[in-house]
């Protein structure tokens, strides 16, 4: 008989399935595809925390008329969906408070406020996203593969990787990718794409193809309906026939359980198996245990799998070890003057670039409604695309550089600023993963969801690698002199720890318990059904967006749960 804390005043509940998979995430998401397209009688049931916030399941959100209309919007969206995981607790007194008014003795213990963190040691902007779809309702969809000698794994084949990348990327709905031309990209026809881009190879003239600044994979594809608009990828896309096969008895034992946080896994008394997991109904307020005959997946981030793990007193020495970010330097740029004075003349726009300057400019002089107005002094319409380019990580530039428009919880630009002129920089370095860089969980603390509180322990590495962050730097700047001037008040600077959402290494795969979490095909060491997935399984520092890999790593993993089978 399992013994079963409820967390609930009703009786627990109790129901079953063939494989569990926690965080409804891409990576989740993933798992339950690649198991339920092999062998669909699978009955598969995926638990999240958060909410359904679209009408497909994990919906990008950036895809609502609105944003795609005005990107700066999406801004307080994302704003909105980030719950931070450590605040340092404030303790600053209020001295201008009513004198007759409540004054604590102690510091107030709410939203995140941590009183174990240590602000010198804290990733202050580390959070994570609570719905179904996770940080994909809100991604930029960039999706590049890892350099195979600087970033990738070297415990799965070359062979294999390649194989894992293309499927992800069929899944995820990336451009360009193999097989299909790079004319499919939404972004290549751009105006501001092709100038930024030219301007870049120009500036950068050591980087030769393929390294050089080039289109930015996209998981999205313009919408043939209305081309001014663009389909983001989000976990709906990768969940693909799962949700859209029109067969509705092809895959009726799939199912996602929104607002059903995982409290903690049961394991059996020689701790080598997980006999069932605890769930909290969030909408109704009761505990339910379910029991998966085959295998269990946790894959709810890189801090809050850890979490659950702890929760469950299933704690090997590396867990939450070995954590590493990608610092991140950020700046504003306007573009230069000349290079829209010259544009129908410019040798970085094609044919169809430049004609469609021509006609725009002609458009409104021969347009009588313009007669009595002042003319656009940009030479090309608001709808026309933003730029995606980027500049792979490669042993001359290791780091990863893109050069975009997006919306982010930081770099709003104002009502008087066109957006037409702006260009973000983002160049995102790499930390080796240490043993001693750690999140850390507390018996004693939880945090506002009712989980053990996460306590970061993140110093800066080698001097070497801050000295590499500093040339880093020096390369954005060149960059964005070549292409424009600074926007107060982003000028080049470095942004807040953790502001990249790219936290890894967590629960990182290896060869040996020693120093990691799980073997090559993320099956927890010492037990024979639970399996971790996400961010937090990278091995390895990078400096690329990792969700592709993660999503290649997951699709890897259901293949070995299926041989397992």
């Not at 004054?103 to 996203?129: H, S, V, W, Y």
């Not at 069932?276 to 998966?292: C, E, M, T």
């Not at 070549?482 to 600077?493: C, D, H, M, N, Y």
């Amino acid at each position: 008989m399992l013994e079963v804390r409820s967390t609930s005043p009703t009786p627990i509940e109790w129901e079953s399935c063939d494989v569990l998979i926690v965080g409804a995430g891409p990576v989740g998401c993933a798992v339950a595809r690649k198991l339920l397209e092999t062998n669909n009688k699978l009955k598969v049931t995926i638990v999240d925390a958060g909410s359904q916030q679209s009408a497909k399941p994990g919906e990008h959100l950036k895809n609502a008329f609105v944003f795609q209309r005005n990107i700066d919007q999406f801004v307080n969206v994302i704003k909105g969906h980030l719950n931070p995981l450590s605040i340092p607790v404030d303790q600053r007194p209020t001295l201008t408070m009513d004198p007759g008014a409540f004054r604590p003795d102690r510091a107030f213990i709410r939203n995140g406020q941590n009183p174990d963190q240590k602000a010198e040691f804290n990733l202050p902007a580390a959070a994570a996203t609570f719905g179904i779809g996770g940080m994909a309702t809100h991604w930029t969809c960039a999706t590049p593969r890892q350099h195979p000698q600087l970033e990738r794994w070297a415990g799965i084949p070359g062979s294999s990787w390649d194989e894992l990348y293309t499927e992800a990327e069929e899944w995820f709905n990336v451009h360009p990718r193999t097989g299909v031309p790079l004319t499919s990209h939404p972004f290549v026809h751009s105006i501001r794409h092709q100038i930024v881009q030219g301007v870049l190879r120009n500036a950068f003239p050591e980087l030769t193809a393929p390294d050089w600044p080039q289109p930015l994979p996209l998981a999205c594809q313009r919408r043939a309906d209305n081309p001014e608009f663009v389909t983001w990828s989000g976990a709906d896309t990768v969940l693909g026939p799962l949700i859209t096969d029109p067969d509705p008895k092809r895959f009726e034992t799939f199912r996602i359980l929104e607002q059903h946080r995982c409290n903690y896994l049961l394991k059996n008394n020689s701790s080598t198996s997980i006999e069932g997991v605890v769930v909290d109904d969030l909408v109704h307020w009761k505990s339910r245990l379910i029991q998966a005959k085959k295998a269990y997946v946790i894959c709810a981030g890189a801090v809050l799998t850890p979490q659950i793990l702890f929760n469950s007193e299933i704690t090997p020495e590396p867990l939450g070890c070995y954590l590493s970010e990608q610092p991140m330097a950020f700046c504003q740029v306007v573009l230069k003057q000349n290079l829209l004075d010259k544009l129908d003349t410019s040798p970085y726009l094609d044919r169809s670039a430049r004609d469609r300057v021509g006609k725009y400019r002609q458009d409104q002089i021969d347009n009588p409604a313009t007669q009595h107005q002042v003319l656009d002094p940009i030479p090309f319409p608001m709808t026309e695309p933003e730029p995606q380019v980027y500049i792979p990580v490669s042993p001359k530039h290791p780091w990863h550089a893109q050069i975009h428009r997006d919306a982010f919880q930081y770099g709003e630009i104002g009502p008087n600023v066109d957006g037409r002129v702006i260009v973000d920089l983002r160049w995102f370095g790499m930390m080796e993963q240490v043993k001693a860089n750690a999140v850390t969980f507390s018996r004693k603390y939880k945090d506002q969801y009712g989980m053990p509180q996460p306590t970061f322990h993140y110093d800066s590495n080698s001097k070497d690698e801050r000295y590499q962050l500093h040339d880093m730097m020096g390369t954005m700047v060149r960059a964005a002199n070549a292409l424009g001037g600074f926007l107060s008040p982003s000028e080049p600077r470095f942004m807040t720890p953790g502001l990249t959402l790219h936290i890894h290494g967590t629960v990182r795969l290896g060869d040996r318990p020693e120093d990691s979490v799980a073997d090559h095909s993320g099956k927890v060491w010492g037990f024979d059904n639970l399996y971790v997935g996400g961010n937090g399984v990278l091995p390895r520092s990078n400096a690329c967006n990792p969700t592709l890999t993660s999503v290649a790593l997951a699709i890897h993993a259901a293949k070995e749960m299926l041989k397992a089978m």
